[in-house]
């Protein structure tokens, strides 16, 4: 995610409008003819860029006509989000991906003119590359080369412009879309190498597993169906509107799951007296609400976060080895916030822009914590995951 503003550009961008001030980035859409159905479902690029730090202040996104409705009504019947990932895929091509990377010195073909062999040279991308996908990266005989860029549809739309579709197949930014799709934490530091502050990680990021039902103003909703606009109750900030859904897919096809992407399992009763309702999967980052009757007095703050991985020492939370792939689900609001699964509270995604919902307790202090709670619940069960009385606090680091 994009921590930081770029700079304001004053510019005529001869749209009728006459000179203004751009913030961040502007970008104009429209539904056009392109191809006929099923062929190009769009196309997007920059307009308008800065000339001294070669990022875009103005961009354009075409959607065919063919296609727009026909891929709306599909996710509205099948529970899809080919719409969605399409608008979410072309946002991305505007802030520079692929479009901005030859201008940039960020692609080299190895190959001929007639019979192109794309790679992609940032060094961030190249970095993620080898650690987000050590499978790939080890059987890529030429990895010193760059990350594998699409070269031979012959679609001048496609090639030299997308993460290769055989290497990558469901990352968000190869050239053809899937019935699932994520972003991978190289696109994100691709974006990185273009020159935006942002925030990513190589880890398991903080998340929920598919199948996770999440509280919503209209009553429980499986994580995977929730959608931008989606109203959610937050222990913290009232009724909040879902702004992004990102999905993260940690696949096992080119080799076995790393141990540190592996999810954990909080099965009922893991919070003492919470009212959890079933068991609860989510990624190891992803930090839970954790409460207690004197935790105030033991480290001045009466509700906590603590990451999934350092609760471990609780009974009935366990790390599991997964039979298939494991879909992740990040949910992003305006504000960091506490929101309820299965019951149980516990954070939305994090950006470094917000300030965090309540402080964060973590590595050796947070398992300190743990077996204090531990054992204070085999004297006296009491609720773990209770921020009833939950007032935003100065957040800080324990």
Same mark, same amino acid.
């Given at each position: 995610m994009i921590l930081s503003d770029v700079s304001d550009k004053y510019a005529d961008v001869n749209d009728g409008m006459g000179p203004r001030w751009f913030d961040d980035l502007e970008i104009s859409a429209q539904i056009v003819s392109i191809d006929g159905v099923g062929g190009v479902l769009a196309n997007a690029g920059p307009t308008y860029y800065r000339t001294a730090e070669l990022i875009p202040f103005a961009g354009q996104m075409n959607f065919d006509s063919a296609d727009a409705q026909r891929l709306y009504d599909a996710d509205v019947t099948n529970g899809t989000n080919k719409w969605y990932d399409t608008v979410l895929h072309e946002m991305i091509h505007v802030l520079g991906f692929g479009t901005m990377w030859k201008l940039q010195g960020l692609i080299a073909n190895y190959g001929t003119a007639q019979a192109p062999d794309y790679r992609y040279t940032g060094t961030l991308g190249n970095q993620a590359y080898a650690t987000e996908f050590p499978a790939l990266y080890a059987a890529d005989t030429q990895s010193g080369l760059g990350v594998p860029v699409e070269s031979d549809t012959g679609s001048?739309?496609?090639? $030299? $412009?997308?993460?290769? %579709?055989?290497?990558?197949?469901? %990352?968000?930014?190869?050239g053809f879309i899937d019935t699932t799709n994520s972003v991978s934490a190289m696109t994100l530091a691709s974006l990185a190498d273009l020159g935006y502050d942002v925030s990513y990680t190589l880890s398991s990021p903080p998340c929920f597993c598919a199948g996770t039902l999440i509280d919503t103003v209209d009553g429980a909703v499986p994580v995977e169906d929730l959608r931008s606009g989606c109203l959610i109750p937050t222990a913290d900030h009232g009724i909040q509107t879902l702004r992004f859904v990102l999905m993260t897919r940690i696949s096992s096809e080119n080799g076995p799951i790393d141990p540190k992407h592996y999810p954990i399992r909080f099965r009922t009763g893991a919070f003492g007296l919470a009212r959890q309702t079933q068991d609860l999967w989510v990624s190891p980052q992803h930090r839970m609400a954790v409460t207690a009757p004197n935790m105030m007095q033991m480290i001045g703050q009466n509700t906590v976060l603590i990451a999934a991985k350092d609760l471990l020492d609780l009974q009935k939370v366990q790390r599991r080895v997964p039979k298939h792939d494991i879909l992740y689900f990040h949910l992003v609001f305006?504000? +960091?916030?506490?929101?309820?699964? +299965? $019951?149980?509270? !516990? %954070?939305?995604?994090?950006? &470094? !822009? &917000? =300030? =965090?919902?309540?402080?964060?307790?973590? $590595?050796q202090s947070a398992r300190t914590l743990v077996r204090k709670l531990r054992k204070a619940q085999k004297q006296q069960p009491f609720d773990m995951n209770n921020p009833t009385n939950f007032t935003q606090q100065t957040a800080q680091t324990a």
């Open positions: 001048a739309g496609t090639d $030299g $412009g997308h993460w290769d %579709e055989v290497t990558f197949d469901t %990352e968000l930014m190869t305006d504000h +960091h916030v506490l929101i309820r699964a +299965h $019951g149980v509270w !516990s %954070e939305s995604m994090y950006l &470094q !822009s &917000q =300030p =965090p919902a309540c402080a964060f307790v973590h $590595g």
